[in-house]
């Protein structure tokens, strides 16, 4: 097939050296640009992606968007939330068996994608359930720890959250001073001290995976702490209040002192800090996801509000040219970011996802996302103030996921590193 159709190319060739033009003949249908989707990603999903994908916004838009103001003005999160998803299958929804869908990692994306559409407080609360604790879990858990607390877990019925950054560790976690031992007096056990700050669900968790050195070796590992079975004094988990974002989700601590934790409830294998980043990359994908929602959101708002704003000759705003191009900026942005994460979803379900590609996903989203939020905030003048035009919070929320589960800085360097091979941490 080949040498005919090179043989076909030499006839063609002109006295010259030069390929004579083939005419091509196409019939065009006229294609509207649909400015909800730029580039036609919807195009790239399975009939199944785009089912779960209408699934979770309908539940988004019907049930979680008319809770979230009095949620962010209160700080108030309800827990029930995640039944609600559980009972729709949208936790742990990659995960193979133990009552979860298990489903494409776009899939899943989607999902985040439709949450934080209404607001990043709401997605982090999931991806900590779904990405950090039943991911850490189906990965590196033992037989008796995915049968014990995956299916509770994927219904909402019993809730998780992930311990490793500690209040003097943020981004280096391998510096970590919460510490694991042979308990003194109860064989079988270790015993657990430490703190571990900045954990989102912690105040309303069951179940707590907390990453730990051991004393003996030094090696870091993953404990999964029970509250029910942890006696008084020995466990705490206080709400951090006052916060300037993710008001809608509830934020804690983990305070640990001598708390027993049997040896079963141990990871069995996995040592150092691969297994959480492993977790961590998890949720670092579905950020990617969730920060085009929240940004999308703000383009839909403020689109709406330029068409029906009227200033100078009763015009609408949009139609002037700075308002056009901060619209233009935003919606370009937002359908790259969809693009590259499709990719590298495609390519984590195939096994071919470095994790640096999630790195600069994670931070070329966050930080866009983040950048044209701000600008777009501009449009709405000094109602911008008024939480009821929601871009204020997105703006206060987008600026938290730029900062967590690696700062945009970091992410840098990681990216750095694999393209040098030089370390610039130390």
């Known amino acids: 097939m080949f040498k005919s159709v090179a043989r076909q190319t030499a006839r063609q060739l002109g006295s010259r050296g030069s390929a004579a033009p083939v005419t091509r003949r196409y019939v065009h249908t006229p294609v509207a640009f649909d400015w909800k989707d730029p580039l036609g990603a919807s195009n790239l999903f399975t009939e199944e992606e ?19 103001l009095d949620a962010y003005r209160n700080e108030d999160y309800d827990r029930k939330i995640l039944e609600e998803m559980g009972e729709l299958g949208l936790l742990g929804a990659t995960i193979e068996g133990y009552g979860c869908a298990g489903v494409s990692s776009v899939a899943s994306g ?21 990405s950090l604790i039943m991911g850490g879990i189906d990965e590196f858990g ?23 950054t500690e209040p003097n560790h943020g981004s280096d976690p391998g510096s970590m001073e919460t510490v694991a031992k042979p ?125 029906e704003r009227k200033q100078f000759k009763n015009n609408p705003i949009a139609k002037y040219q700075l308002v056009q191009k901060k619209l233009a900026d935003a919606t370009t942005d937002a359908a790259f970011g969809i693009l590259a994460a499709v990719q590298v979803g495609r390519l984590k379900d195939e096994g071919k996802a470095a994790p640096e590609m999630i790195s600069m996903i994670k931070r070329q989203n966050c930080d866009r996302a983040l950048v044209n939020a ?20 997105h703006v206060a929320n987008l600026f938290v996921t730029q900062t967590y589960e690696g700062q945009s800085d970091i992410h840098a360097l990681i990216l750095g590193r694999a393209i040098t091979g030089l370390q610039a941490f130390c």
């Open 50 to 68: 785009l089912a779960i994908s209408e699934t979770a916004e309908s539940y988004c838009q019907e049930r979680m968007l008319p809770r979230v």
């Open 142 to 164: 033992s037989q008796e720890q995915k049968d014990k607390f995956l299916p509770q877990l994927a219904k909402g019925k019993m809730l998780g959250c992930f311990g490793l």
């Open 374 to 393: 701000r600008i777009l905030q501009e449009v709405f003048g000094g109602n911008a103030v008024s939480d009821e035009y929601h871009i204020g919070r």
């Open 183 to 307: 308990h003194p007096t109860k064989k079988g056990y270790f015993s657990l001290s430490g703190a571990k700050t900045w954990i989102t669900n912690s105040p309303i968790s069951d179940v707590m995976l907390v990453w730990a050195k051991l004393q003996e070796t030094g090696k870091i590992r993953g404990f999964l702490v029970e509250r029910s079975e942890c006696p008084p004094g020995t466990l705490e988990t206080p709400a951090l209040k006052h916060k300037n974002g993710l008001r809608a989700s509830l934020t804690g601590m983990i305070q640990l002192d001598e708390c027993p934790v049997p040896e079963a409830n141990m990871f069995p294998e996995i040592e150092g800090l691969r297994g959480p980043f492993s977790c961590l990359n998890g949720a670092r994908y579905g950020i990617a996801w969730g920060t085009m929602g929240a940004l999308e959101d703000c383009i839909a708002r403020t689109r709406q509000y330029a068409l």
């Open 110 to 130: 989607l999902i985040t994608r439709a949450v934080e559409r209404v607001d990043s407080g709401y997605r982090s609360g999931m991806s900590v359930q779904s």
